[in-house]
């Protein structure tokens, strides 16, 4: 994905060597789809994982950018911790809060319903991988600096879009917290 921007360690790199070198990216994105559901189940907080993985890819991805080019190591540990950050959530987001949201109680039972959310996520995600390249093609024609912007922005929208439902999770956790103490003041 993001290896054949500039030379790596002072040496350019070949499209098959840049292409092979891109699949960490993915393998660092197998162990953040894990790592976030594991997090997210332990703390039933799948909002605010996601969120937390969506900013924390920021700062990665712009220390990609900065870094990436040291040497070999720097960038293959830097492209696997943005594909962590990155696809972490994208793998949360599409199994788990999509089965959350199917079988909220305000869908009444809907068997369907699941099937349709899952569906609207997934398309959604579809339309950003098509247009994530495309718009790609056009910003790299100006210097990588603009692809990496474009990738930290679309980040922060991200992490922006779910501010809601952090709010919201947070706001629940609170009041279950409320209701604990409550319960063992009387108690």
């Known amino acids: 994905m993001l290896s054949n921007f500039s030379a790596i360690d002072g040496e350019y790199l070949s499209n098959k060597t ?3 070198l ?3 990216f993915d393998l660092g994105g197998v162990v953040g789809g894990v790592l976030a559901g594991h997090i997210s189940d332990r703390l039933d907080a799948r909002a605010i994982t996601a969120a937390s993985f969506t900013y924390c890819s920021i ?3 712009f220390l990609y950018r900065i870094y990436g080019s040291v040497s070999m190591r720097v960038n293959i540990a830097l492209m696997m911790l943005a594909g962590m950050l990155v696809n972490g959530p994208y793998a949360l987001i599409t199994t788990a809060v999509s089965a959350d949201l199917g079988t909220h109680s305000s869908l009444k039972g809907n068997s369907r319903a699941l099937a349709t959310v899952t569906a609207i996520i997934d398309g959604t995600g579809s339309v950003g991988a098509a247009l994530g390249p495309l718009l ?3 910003i790299s024609a100006q210097g990588w600096n603009g692809v990496f912007n474009m990738l ?7 992490g922006l879009l779910l501010t809601r439902l952090v709010v919201a999770e947070i706001m629940d956790k609170v009041q279950r917290a409320r209701e604990h103490s409550q319960e063992n003041y009387i108690s």
Do not use: D, R, V
């Open 152 to 158: 930290m922005l679309a980040a922060f929208i991200a």
């Open 136 to 138: 790609t093609g056009f």
């Open 18 to 20: 840049a292409g092979n």
């Open 22 to 24: 891109s699949t960490l």
């Open 59 to 61: 700062p990665a991805l």
